[in-house]
């Protein structure tokens, strides 16, 4: 059966199986053009020395398949099955674009450009190509139709190359019959559900084949820790009534694949990379002279010099878009760089949305041709959406959740773009684990160091005793002042959406029940006090502005100024001081966006551990105002004689970083004093610090 060997990087010899002798000899061109295409698409281009070709991998997956059918026994792959499974080893890759997964992404993007409940005709070239594959499995048009929405929704764009593949060996199938001794027409449809039918035997089969392969070889050129697994422990265990079944040394590949996606796979200059390359090469896909057979036919390199230089393969110079070209072309020429500012996984955005709905959503943009391919280019903002399986444990229902990162161009610093972003996730976030991952990532952009972290544990302290204070004055029983609150936010309409988050949904629910437990002690009420107030200030500013829950802040600002007339200590009132200011300041609706930062502390990891922090700020307001600009009021709160002293400095320098870093901003710096402390009168008042900024309009 066997003939020939083969010198591999990662198994040094393996066999030749005579098939693939057979069927590369017959299409020489689809195999030689692998041999031009890097396995790793975009990834060299941030990590040039994971550099292989998607050919070699192919082999390897062969290779792997040959080892698995020679340790199972026919009673785990019947005979009528063996070959079908070899011959779709052969085929899996050759459906592969160049670049692979990212331009792969990029052409179903160019499926979504305009009216996307109509076939454009790159839509129409997708559905035309895969329909063959589709048809020959047995699939009916519901099961055909539910394969389309899952592509074109982008949810499966990682399987669009395995159609592809599915349909070369359709077309080609009398050749291969031809040349392969043993095949038969019946084989035809086995083979194509080994490459798309993810409910098959064989699919899982060729799956555990091709995952064993590239995680080796991915580890092998990135010059991570290799594994080196022997067939006889992969693929013994397998069964058929357990042919995906989770052994040990199956694990033990999933675990390096997760360990290279957190570090290579998924590293956020790769990601950048990528999203930008999809969103120009999806434009110049969008463009009627573009011709999609170059798709089939290019590899790599024909495909960076037609989208940065616009010459096809014979060096005939393209009508492509002298803009997106440039734009591809700085891309690969390292001119461009977008950073991240935050990331976000497990988010959900109600129970429709696609991820191009998201994206769409997020970029503030309306459907439209190239709409969503422009706008990082024209705000310097980009977003990567992507369906986040990782999180599915989190729901227990069957809406999608996403991952989002965040990027912003590094020559055109907006705050404005990273606030606008924001203010469309506010009904999104969940209080637990969204709301401080972005509190702290907009912090670090306001950090002339780059990092940063919260001091405001005295504040919370100071609120939690304002609300037993009500609790025991306003004769509400213990805890019913947190419930009461908790339910007066639930019944605001607008951010109804904000509790079919599963994470707030728990938040609010274990709080209500809690709070008026019997408890052990004050300890523990105050402990769960202080995690009802983190939540609290999580939550969007809006939704504690309304009238009917504003009330329930006004009561704790009035408990803190009656506080603050008692004879407690100085470094108290201080305390009390600031937590009056931020609850004064919440309260108030400025604008169509606000966010506040309480006890920001600007730090320096680079100096010892107690040297580290450079300057607290007590409230930072950032909003977008009425004009739609970004604003930024920084608040430095004292009941100090000297305060102007003690703040002048700090202030000066915020506010000079903040305007040199970003020249979109409104500055305004103040000091916070009591109205008249001598005479008891601790309302706080704002006196003009002097540093104020006002972008050129």
């Known amino acids: 059966m066997r003939k020939g060997l083969r010198y591999d990087p990662l198994y040094r010899v393996i066999d030749e199986p005579t098939e693939l002798r057979s069927i590369e000899g017959k299409f020489r061109g689809m195999f030689d053009r692998l041999k031009r295409i890097s396995s790793l698409g975009t990834i060299p281009q941030v990590f040039e020395m994971a550099k292989y070709p998607k050919y070699e991998h192919m082999i390897g997956t062969i290779h792997q398949v040959n080892s698995l059918l020679e340790v199972v ?21 050759l459906g592969h674009l160049p670049f692979t997964y990212s331009s792969e992404r990029a052409l179903l993007l160019a499926s979504n450009l305009g009216d996307r409940s109509e076939d454009n005709r790159i839509k129409h070239y997708v559905k035309t190509r895969i329909r063959r594959a589709l048809t020959a499995a047995g699939y009916d048009e519901d099961k055909q139709d539910l394969v389309m929405d899952r592509l074109f929704s982008l949810r499966d764009f990682r399987h669009l190359y395995r159609y592809f593949s599915a349909q070369l060996l359709v077309e080609n199938w009398g050749s291969v019959e031809d040349r392969v001794e043993g095949l038969g027409d019946d084989d035809l449809k086995v083979a194509v559900r080994n490459l798309i039918d993810t409910d098959c035997d064989g699919y899982q089969y060729l799956q555990v084949a091709d995952e064993a392969d590239f995680v080796q070889r991915d580890g092998l050129y990135f010059g991570t820790v290799k594994i080196d697994i022997a067939p006889k422990h992969l693929y013994s265990p397998l069964t058929t009534t357990q042919p995906d079944v989770l052994l040990s040394e199956q694990r033990l590949i999933e675990y390096n ?11 956020l200059d790769v990601v950048s990379f990528t999203r930008l390359y999809e969103k120009i090469l999806a434009s110049l896909i969008w463009s009627s002279c573009f011709e999609l057979t170059w798709l089939e036919e290019y590899d790599d390199r024909q495909m960076e010099r037609l989208t940065c230089e616009r010459f096809d393969s014979e060096s005939n110079r393209t009508r492509l878009s002298d803009t997106w070209t440039q734009r591809a072309s700085d891309l690969f020429q390292g001119n461009l760089a977008f950073r991240p500012i935050f990331k976000l996984d497990g988010v959900w955005f109600g129970a429709e949305p696609d991820a191009i709905d998201v994206e769409y959503h997020l970029a503030g943009r309306r459907e439209s041709e190239r709409g969503l391919l422009r706008y990082p280019f024209e705000t310097g903002i980009l977003l990567s959406v992507d369906y ?17 990162v965040v990027f912003q161009d590094e020559s055109n610093r907006a705050l ?20 401080p991952v972005l509190h702290k990532a907009i912090g670090r952009q306001l950090s002339w160091t780059g990092e940063v972290r919260f001091d405001n544990e005295a504040v919370f302290k100071s609120l939690s005793r304002a609300i037993s204070y009500i609790e025991q004055n306003e004769e509400y029983e213990i805890g019913e002042y947190v419930r009461d609150y908790l339910q007066s936010l639930s019944k ?6 904000l509790w079919e988050d599963e994470d707030n949904f728990f938040w ?17 009420l105050k402990g769960r006090r202080v995690n009802f107030l983190r939540g609290l200030l999580e ?17 704790i600002h009035q408990e803190l100024l009656a506080e603050l007339g008692t004879d407690i200590p100085r470094d108290q009132k201080g305390e009390i001081f600031e937590a009056l200011w931020l609850v004064e300041k919440i309260v108030e609706k400025r604008g169509n966006y606000q966010i506040f930062f309480n006890g920001l502390v600007i730090t320096d990891p680079k100096k010892p551990t107690r040297e580290q922090d450079e300057h607290e700020f007590d409230v930072i307001e950032l909003l977008i105002n009425d004009a739609r600009r970004a604003e930024c009021n920084i608040y430095a709160c004292s009941i100090a004689d000297d305060y102007r002293q003690n703040n002048r400095e700090p202030l000066t320098m915020f506010a000079d970083y903040l305007h040199s870093n970003f020249p979109d901003l409104t500055i305004h710096t103040y000091y ?26």
């Open 416 to 435: 404005l773009e990273i606030l606008k972003v924001a203010s469309r996730l506010r009904y999104n976030l969940s209080v637990i684990r969204h709301a």
């Open 257 to 267: 694949r997760q360990y290279l996606a957190e570090k290579f796979y998924e590293n």
């Open 508 to 524: 609010r629910a274990v709080l209500m029940q809690r709070v008026t437990e019997p408890l052990p002690d004050e300890l523990s």
């Open 492 to 497: 605001i309409v607008t951010f109804s959406d």
């Open 672 to 697: 916070v004093i009591p109205q008249d402390k001598g005479a008891g009168d601790w309302r706080p008042m704002m006196e003009d610090a002097g540093r104020n900024y006002r972008p050129d309009l």
């Open 388 to 404: 986040d399986r990782r999180q599915s444990w989190l729901r227990l229902s069957d809406h999608d959740l996403f991952s989002l």
């Open 73 to 93: 026994g026919e009673e785990v792959i019947p005979k009528r099955y063996r070959q079908p499974l070899l011959v779709a080893a052969i085929f899996i890759h």
């Open 539 to 555: 939550l969007p500013v809006r939704l504690l502005q309304y009238k009917s829950t504003r009330v329930y802040l006004d009561e």
